[in-house]
């Protein structure tokens, strides 16, 4: 009988991609590289491991979580996605787009009453997720819903009107 290690047996979970979207969300709020995370941790987490972590292409045992965690300076359950539906969801999703990345803090900026309940509604998700960032916000298939009745457009259009308003966050070319 062949011996599998952790790693080897959860690889290929759909649970281990989003604890991976997770890790790499964390380290990015806190502007780090993943260089960075392996010079600042003296080598205790190698760049290109956390980086096969954070793509899901290896999973993370849970000492290893903890001590990641630990290092990061925040609980263990803050490395755990929050949206466990998007493992079970194959992808439907009543037409919206799979993930919208809103630039909040540009939001922010705008006048208007239907903005600033946008903006409400993107800070109680923020919340919920405890989010570090505050700048930028990716809302999810059931979200854009609630964004559409919002903006007055129909679902499968909140992408668009998000754009035309520039509320789309665009990352800067590297």
Do not use: C
């Not at 999973?59 to 630990?70: G, K």
């Amino acid at each position: 009988m062949a011996s599998y290690t952790d790693d080897e047996l959860l690889e290929d979970s759909p649970f281990t991609r989003l604890v991976g979207e997770r890790l790499r969300r964390i380290r990015q709020q806190k502007q780090w590289s993943l260089s960075d995370v392996e010079d600042k941790s003296d080598s205790e987490f190698k760049a290109s491991v956390l980086g096969a972590y954070e793509r899901g292409e290896r999973a993370i045992s849970v000492p290893r979580l903890e001590r990641l965690a630990r290092f990061y300076g925040i609980t263990i359950d803050q490395l755990l996605p929050r949206d466990t539906q998007r493992i079970d969801d194959g992808g439907a999703n009543d037409g919206a787009p799979r993930k919208l990345r809103i630039d909040v803090a540009r939001l922010s900026t705008m006048g208007g009453t239907q903005f600033e309940m946008l903006e409400r509604f993107l800070r109680m998700i923020q919340v919920q997720r405890q989010d570090f960032n505050g700048k930028v916000i990716t809302v999810r298939a059931h979200d854009t819903r609630a964004i559409a009745v919002m903006l007055d457009v129909p679902v499968d259009q909140v992408g668009d009107k998000l754009s035309e308003l520039g509320l789309l966050f665009v990352p800067p070319a590297a």
